[in-house]
């Protein structure tokens, strides 16, 4: 009888003749596979393609493949930026979709949609015809938001979270980056505000005397862009996302978050663990540093993620 063959069999059979290869043996105990194989993994991969869900599903194998992050029997949460709806605001679907298929396929027992993605949302692919099974599947994070206390938060010592975040076996962020007019840029750090209420984030917005900013500076949601970009850190205290997913395949360049603006088109996707290291990379695409971004300096002060590009190795990719 044939032998299943699943990804993680074929990175293990990969190692085994590599060595093989060198002339070297797998005695017990010496290289073990599994370590090889973890070893020889990027911290970052990016793939460039036209094809969206073929790409995202490329750079998710790069890093190993969806069953390293996910188990049999786990539930997983999705966090899609789809807020906005002009072109090159919001995460593709193809990309939450072809997550999703992966999540499924490592043997996840359910994918929740912590935005409750809607069927105008799906529509918004070609390929939504094909995938009717998948999005079927797929169900809306219906948890109520409750108040949790972030441990080592410096400003934000609570915030009213979906429950769902702390719920799910495993969460994955799939975030656009995109131009932001009030802190430069959006991508993994700042999606995490997809996961708390409307209160949480206007007290973001609006500094710490919020009350009193907003009767001031009326209509001013960017008052103290240092406390938001801290606000942001402390956020991301509260659950560290198991995978990161950027759709990087087109997005604004200008007038962000909403949008209309300056489209870009590098057809790129992004993939990785540490949502830090994502962003300092992702800055590139609208011709910022790290260090020019409050969230990530605050992040990675905070001992959130690195910073220092140089330390890591990003896989490239074209499908």
């Known amino acids: 009888m044939d032998k299943k063959?699943?990804?993680?069999?074929f990175l293990g059979e990969g190692a085994k003749t590599a060595v093989a290869l060198a002339g070297l043996s797998l005695a017990p105990g010496l290289l073990p596979v599994p370590a090889r194989a973890a070893d020889a993994l990027p911290d970052l991969s990016v793939v460039t393609g036209a094809d969206y869900y073929k790409a995202t599903i490329r750079?998710?194998?790069q890093l190993g493949g969806m069953d390293r992050f996910v188990s049999k029997g786990d539930t997983v949460g999705l966090l899609a930026n789809i807020f906005a709806k002009k072109p090159g605001t919001y995460t593709r679907p193809d990309v939450v979709l072809a997550v999703a298929a992966l999540c499924y396929e490592a043997g996840a027992r359910q994918v929740y949609c912590m935005?409750?993605?809607?069927?105008?949302f799906w529509r918004r692919s070609s390929t939504s015809e094909q995938h009717q099974d998948l999005i079927a599947r797929l169900k809306p994070d219906d948890t109520d938001h409750k108040t949790v206390q972030i441990?080592?938060?410096?400003?934000?010592?609570e915030a009213s979270i979906r429950e769902g975040t702390l719920k799910h076996d495993k969460?994955?962020?799939?975030?656009?980056?995109?131009?932001?007019?009030?802190?430069?840029?959006?991508?993994?750090?700042?999606?995490?505000?997809?996961?708390s209420s409307l209160s949480t984030n206007v007290k973001f917005h609006l500094g710490p005397n919020y009350v009193k900013t907003f009767i001031k500076?009326?209509?001013?949601?960017?008052?103290?862009?240092?406390?938001?970009?801290?606000?942001v850190a402390d956020l991301n205290k509260v659950r560290r996302p198991d995978l990161c997913v950027v759709d990087a395949t087109q997005f604004i360049t200008t007038n962000g978050p909403i949008g209309p603006g300056k489209m870009?088109?590098?057809?790129?996707?992004?993939t990785g663990t540490d949502p830090v290291a994502i962003d300092a990379?992702?800055?590139?695409?609208?011709?910022?540093?790290?260090?020019?971004?409050?969230?990530?300096?605050?992040?990675?002060?905070?001992?959130?993620?690195?910073?220092?590009?140089?330390?890591?190795?990003?896989?490239?990719?074209?499908?």
Request: net charge positive; hydrophobic share 35%; glycine share 8%.
């Open 115 to 120: 935005k409750n993605e809607s069927k105008k």
């Open 264 to 270: 870009s088109r590098p057809n790129q996707i992004v």
């Open 281 to 319: 990379f992702c800055c590139s695409y609208l011709g910022l540093k790290p260090e020019e971004i409050g969230m990530i300096q605050k992040a990675h002060q905070d001992g959130l993620g690195q910073i220092d590009l140089a330390t890591m190795t990003v896989s490239r990719t074209t499908t």
């Open 171 to 195: 969460l994955i962020n799939i975030p656009i980056i995109k131009n932001h007019s009030g802190v430069h840029m959006t991508c993994t750090l700042k999606n995490m505000m997809g996961l």
């Open 59 to 61: 750079a998710v194998e």
């Open 217 to 231: 500076e009326f209509g001013d949601f960017f008052s103290d862009v240092d406390y938001f970009s801290q606000c």
């Open 5 to 9: 063959i699943n990804r993680r069999t």
């Open 151 to 157: 441990p080592g938060a410096r400003v934000l010592k």
